[in-house]
């Protein structure tokens, strides 16, 4: 069956292993992308999403912007798509994020490039596997800043008997600072219409220690996470390859945690409507993986509620969102009493949205 | 497995129940929604809509179009999408629609928002239920009116002890008249091309009581439907959450009803190709519910010919087209010797098209 | 079940027989259609593409190019779609590709047509089918030709009686000339970033015979192949339609062939990310049909290296690309020795890219 006797070669991309990393390496990822209205129609179309600002022209004009600024976690995805043949190719698993701080928004039209540098590194004990901590950039075709965050992932040895370095553990912060905060709406002296966005409930009317049960469920397709994993140029193979995936334990493909993500943030519209966006990325763990055919609910609590410097229009909620796999969330699911996640929980999402003052 | 002892509040929308409606009471629903090419790609992707008109811009502006439109049926939907949290989240079934009149064209760039009045109350005799009058008023950024129409749906009460009103039922008219239809075409003076429109039919070549077997079939993925109604930011659960519905009578997840209307509109390209757009919605009933696997087909009746006031290059077809599950239309599949609804039949549409008349 | 007694008409496209056609006749298809970033933001999607000059607007600008232009084989599947319900909605089978020139680049807002030529007849002994040449043209809303090919298909006959002429068999091309191909690029004197791009290897690195493993599997799903196949307003009953399909022998909707090649195209990256665009496509066999939850995998070998009149920064590789089903390409698979294509083998395309050249 095979072709006969001409040349063989590699010019296919096999990505990287933990000894190809070192400290300091910066990595210029391919691909750069424009995104248009069709990936925020299609991104509409993945998720169902409802939040005004990113929704209506009309309604992100009402709040001081020129035009209608794209979803932050369309933008997240897409720079994050771009590490993947670099970094986690030969990823066990995607393990955290920490300070992930959105920069100007991204409009249609706009194109986006990433950037890496590896900032961290811990060889396992295995011997097999370590943990690379790389700082990835998202920028504009301006050269300016969309997305700065740091993400680590467990990636596997080419050569098991290779030698690597003593670790490198980067200092995270807990969450993004407010002063880091990027405030792309001025509603100083304009009118909310709290009709049209969804909700009454604005920064004021939340309060720290405070739980939503975000009570809709979504189930996911197999066509649904390709569809958008494809879109964001994402090439983890795990996600598409059923004839491999089948032979693996869990005999079926992954879907993209961020895709996960994207759904709780749709979800969370119900209960935190007027969040106008997600403005940092503080942490995040994939704690089960899903697969076609679950349902995700989600639920949040307020872990912050955070004034910004010099302003009283918008204020800062810092938001734990926990989502399910066909488990409804009126009672909170979270961890059990040993401190691990239950069984159904699949992300713990703690991130940082803006939200509209009362005058 | 819960999270523990911080507080819960409620800030989800649960909905409007039969008690919570009043005549004459208005709302104004949330999510201004900006359309675009992307929303146009998207619609062509799941029905595979042919009608010249709304596919190609230089068709469009053969027609005397500065830029080309959207399908009428896609503004109804986002129109439709914008009531479900505030009429239709408790909603046990969409009963009706009447008097549905499109307004002036949506092109890409356009913001729609949606507000409804209460005009009709019909409390059933079993006393868990009533009927809600809604008339919606779908408007561009501009505050024009895109869409303008009633439907009825059967709604829970919350409370069934709550006392509810005498019925108060609506005057509508079975069709919507000549006189009040929005005619965006003038092709006076124009020639119109049907080699590139695709049939040489014209608005003078149909009688009444004519019918057409539409021929093909078309089937629906759980993918299509769920894309489609989160495209429209349509919310309701019954087309979302598997982890409920297997529970429920069916098993399975409802499609919502508009998504078969478009199908079949696509399908009747195959006989009606030069229905430029459709103008009025006078009427409609969702017979039967649509799965995942099922294979929707169509046939259309034309109930009537309608000159238009004026107008000697378009006519408008009042038209009927009855959609079926698993089951082909070269027999008319309709109703019953008892007046029901046969069993495959899902769709009963009554609604009017404009087609240009020969010269 | 009938709905009774009114008139029955004949307004549906019933397709050409194989005795419909002559040597010389043309055929204007219907429906232009508008390609938009809708379509392109769907074609990423569905495929998961990531040549950088169809992908990044500022790519393209680097290479001389005003706006970011779309893939050529989305334009071949939008031409492709028009012809179907004139030529091949009848057919048996689609038999091959030849002489597919890439005109002037397509860019959004322009608008597609399509025209065909009958080139070729050919009664089969059966007297049953007969193979059908034509000649078909894409133009853009100038008239300006974006695609000119040549497809050959077996089309039933409508009446086995009917008498037909005697075979008219075209004179086709091995493969365009260098001379024929349209260069949209001008490198000269730029800097063709190779990072961003996402390869290092360039039209200079390809030596003839060499043979890459594109290594990755994509597994296509019912809806994935109806959304594309929908998208190019390809009507192929065969594609969309469970209800009639699980009579048929495979029991199953077949995939439309063009959905392979993208995904073919799409995986070539790894290993041929450079190849800036399809220009020509020299020829093409589905050798084998697929069906969702079929894994595609690909791998090409250089047929040629082709020096473009007059040009040093731009060469032309011809490229045989071969994908399979459930069938990872590290062995090559393609004929056994009997000649035949292996059983999972499903495309043998044959075409050419545009490649920058070392400076």
Redesign the interface.
């Known amino acids: 069956?095979?072709?006969g006797k001409?040349?063989?070669?590699?010019?296919?991309?096999?990505g990287n292993y933990f000894e190809d990393f070192a400290i300091g390496q910066e990595l210029?990822h391919?691909?750069?992308?424009?995104l248009?209205?069709?990936?925020?129609?299609?991104y509409?179309?993945?998720?169902?999403t409802?939040?005004?600002v990113t929704?209506?022209?009309?309604?992100a004009q009402s709040l001081g912007m020129d035009r209608?600024p794209m979803d932050s976690l369309l933008v997240f995805h897409v720079v994050f798509g771009k590490t993947v043949?670099d970094i986690s190719l030969n990823a066990v698993a995607n393990l955290g994020y920490a300070a992930g701080r959105f920069g100007v928004p991204v409009y249609?039209?706009d194109?986006l490039?990433t950037t890496s540098k590896v900032i961290g590194l811990k060889p396992n004990k295995d011997g097999k596997t370590g943990v690379v901590y790389v700082n990835s950039i998202g920028t504009n075709?301006g050269g300016v800043v969309v997305l700065d965050y740091v993400r680590w992932v467990m990636v596997r040895k080419g050569d098991v008997d290779a030698v690597v370095a003593d670790a490198v553990i980067p200092d995270l912060p807990g969450a993004v600072a407010a002063e880091n905060l990027t405030i792309p709406y001025d509603l100083t002296g304009r009118d909310y219409d709290t009709?049209?966005?969804?909700?009454p409930?604005l920064w004021d009317?939340y309060?720290v220690?405070?739980?939503?049960?975000?009570?809709?469920?979504?189930?996911i397709?197999?066509?649904?996470h390709?569809?958008?994993?494809?879109?964001y140029?994402n090439?983890a193979?795990v996600h598409?390859?059923?004839?491999?995936q089948q032979g693996d334990r869990f005999g079926r493909?992954l879907i993209y945690g961020g895709h996960i993500i994207s759904l709780a943030r749709a979800l969370s519209f119900?209960?935190?409507?007027n969040g106008l966006c997600v403005a940092a990325i503080n942490g995040g763990t994939h704690c089960n993986p899903t697969f076609a055919?679950n349902?995700v609910y989600a639920w949040s609590?307020v872990l912050d509620r955070v004034e910004l410097p010099g302003r009283s229009d918008v204020g800062a909620l810092r938001i734990r969102t926990?989502a399910t796999k066909?488990l409804?969330c009126a009672?909170?699911?979270?961890?059990?009493e040993d401190g691990r996640y239950?069984p159904g929980v699949v992300l713990d999402f703690d991130y940082t949205v803006l939200m509209p003052r009362r005058a």
């Open positions: 069956m095979s072709a001409s040349a063989r070669t590699t010019k296919t991309v096999s210029v391919a691909t750069p992308r424009t248009s209205d069709g990936d925020v129609a299609l509409t179309a993945l998720y169902g409802r939040f005004a929704s209506g022209a009309s309604f209608m043949p249609a039209g194109t490039q075709q009709a049209l966005a969804g909700s409930y009317d309060e220690g405070e739980r939503i049960d975000h009570v809709d469920g979504m189930t397709e197999e066509s649904d390709m569809l958008a994993t494809r879109l140029q090439t193979k598409f390859n059923q004839h491999v493909r119900n209960g935190l409507a055919g349902t609590e926990v066909d409804a009672d909170f699911p979270y961890k059990g239950a």
